[in-house]
């Protein structure tokens, strides 16, 4: 089955940008979504399709795919930017699995 | 606006069974695929099942497989995961999701998520 893999935790000070990888094999031919989630809260899609972004994510979110791996993007970060990013993909050649990465929590310093 | 709601959590012991439901509002129902996602305490998020927009197909993470069925009735706007045989590795909260394309994408709506804890 497909494995995306991604760090663990990433530190930023506010108004900096911050850099969410995630990796699989050959990940850059398929379709990569992000999404946040906030303690105690349910997910919410901020990129879809590699790099769109749904109506009201703020445009400081932004993804790219190329390779083996996939970059979600938050530039001028602010406070409440921090929470847990997830990215996913289908994955059509395993009998239809949809994968999540491990997530990674961002901390704004 | 879209609203998805979930209940039919709570407490079972090991080996019993529970039935989730999903009560969808503020979209056509019918015309899109919906999963099931669950998220163990502490862990990650967890894809378990999807069920076509019409019912045709539908899949199951390896974890649930022959255990969990998704089902749907499109007359009642509504989203089912049968849990039978359950074990204490599927505590977890459990959300549904839409898929917004009907089949083979992202999810872009969540309900809040409704806990199961198996346990003796």
């Known amino acids: 089955s497909y494995v995306l893999t991604q760090p663990p935790s990433v530190s930023v000070a506010p108004g900096q940008t911050a850099r969410i990888t995630c990796g699989g094999n050959n990940i850059g031919s398929k379709s990569v979504h992000w999404y946040q989630q906030k303690p105690g809260q349910a997910p919410v899609l901020v990129v879809y399709d590699n790099n769109d972004r749904p109506s009201g994510i703020p445009e400081r979110f932004s993804g790219s795919n190329s390779g083996n791996t996939a970059t979600l993007t938050i530039s001028r970060v602010e406070a409440g930017d921090e929470a847990d990013y997830y990215c996913?993909?289908?994955?059509?050649?395993?009998?239809?699995?949809?994968?999540f990465g491990g997530g990674t929590k961002l901390t704004v310093l | 606006q879209v609203q998805l709601v979930e209940s039919g959590g709570g407490v079972v012991q090991p080996g019993r069974s529970l039935r989730l439901s999903c009560a969808v509002s503020g979209f056509t129902f019918s015309s899109h695929g919906m999963h099931w996602v669950r998220q163990a305490p502490g862990k990650g998020l967890e894809w378990v099942a999807v069920?076509?927009?019409?019912?045709?197909?539908?899949y199951y993470a390896d974890s649930v497989k022959g255990r969990f069925t998704i089902s749907r009735d499109n007359s009642k706007n509504t989203l089912y995961l049968q849990m039978n045989s359950l074990r204490a590795d599927d505590t977890a909260v459990y959300y549904c999701a839409r898929d917004p394309r009907g089949s083979g994408s992202h999810f872009d709506y969540w309900g809040q998520g409704i806990l199961v804890t198996v346990s003796s």
């Open positions: 996913q993909l289908w994955d059509s050649s395993s009998d239809h699995h949809w994968v």
């Open positions: 069920i076509w927009y019409d019912g045709s197909y539908k």
